[in-house]
């Protein structure tokens, strides 16, 4: 079956701007979360969402958000970009949370 | 603050040698630990798991023993292969399943024909 698939793979954006990912889970998966990751820092939990509710959330400020459609496929916004947000971000599916989460191969955004 | 600390940021094996990795962590809270293995411009792959009320699991050549009272875990590959060489996290949750992982800053394992 399917992986989780992000997209885009790569992106350039300038300061300031904005910018929205998107993941599509395995299919059945109800659970999506969202990881970034930086050479210093590892992996980040960003926040997780379950039938369309947020369900946890990391400690990042508010110009990181996000959402959870029906069919369970999820976006990430990051507004105001800032040089410090150039990372992979990484998203995860599972069925219910329970462990072995499943990741994507990630988003690659550099800030400019 | 670093909840899960992997100390060692590269490890270097010769192939068929056992490959030790370890992990320590802070949060008391933690109940079920988790190693991922992360291949470049790939996603981490998760490999093994271990809940708080056990000490090991094992899944083929692949061991992980958690150590509670040092707040300590280790995963051992047994024999080491070249294809074991990747970038291993180790992740714990604070609720058994939770997909808030707080994850450690990874250890490169280089295995050594």
């Known amino acids: 079956k399917a992986g989780v698939t992000q997209t885009p793979r790569y992106l350039i954006k300038t300061r300031g701007q904005q910018v929205t990912l998107s993941c599509s889970p395995i299919s059945g998966h109800r659970s999506v979360s969202w990881y970034q990751q930086t050479p210093g820092q590892g992996l980040q939990f960003l926040f997780e969402?379950?039938?369309?509710?947020?369900?946890n959330k990391g400690n990042f400020p508010g110009r990181f958000s996000g959402r959870q459609f029906s069919n369970s496929r999820s976006e990430m916004n990051v507004s105001t970009l800032e040089l410090g947000d150039s990372a992979l971000y990484l998203c995860?599916?599972?069925?219910?949370?329970?462990?072995?989460?499943?990741f994507g191969s990630g988003t690659r955004l550099t800030v400019v | 603050d670093q909840q899960v600390k992997q100390n060692s940021p590269s490890l270097s094996v010769q192939e068929g040698r056992i490959s030790i990795l370890n992990c320590d962590y802070t949060?008391?809270?933690?109940?079920?630990f988790l190693w991922y293995k992360k291949y470049p411009a790939e996603g981490p792959t998760f490999l093994i798991s271990i809940s708080s009320i056990k000490d090991k699991n094992e899944d083929g050549r692949f061991t992980v023993f958690l150590n509670k009272s040092a707040k300590h875990l280790s995963l051992h590959i047994v024999p080491s292969q070249p294809g074991d060489s990747a970038v291993y996290f180790c992740?714990?949750?604070?609720?058994?399943?939770?997909?808030?992982?707080?994850f450690g800053t990874g250890t490169r394992l280089t295995v050594i024909p």
């Open positions: 992740a714990a949750s604070a609720q058994t399943g939770a997909n808030n992982l707080f």
């Open positions: 949060n008391s809270m933690f109940d079920y």
């Open positions: 969402y379950f039938s369309e509710t947020q369900r």
């Open positions: 995860a599916s599972s069925a219910t949370g329970v462990g072995g989460y499943t």
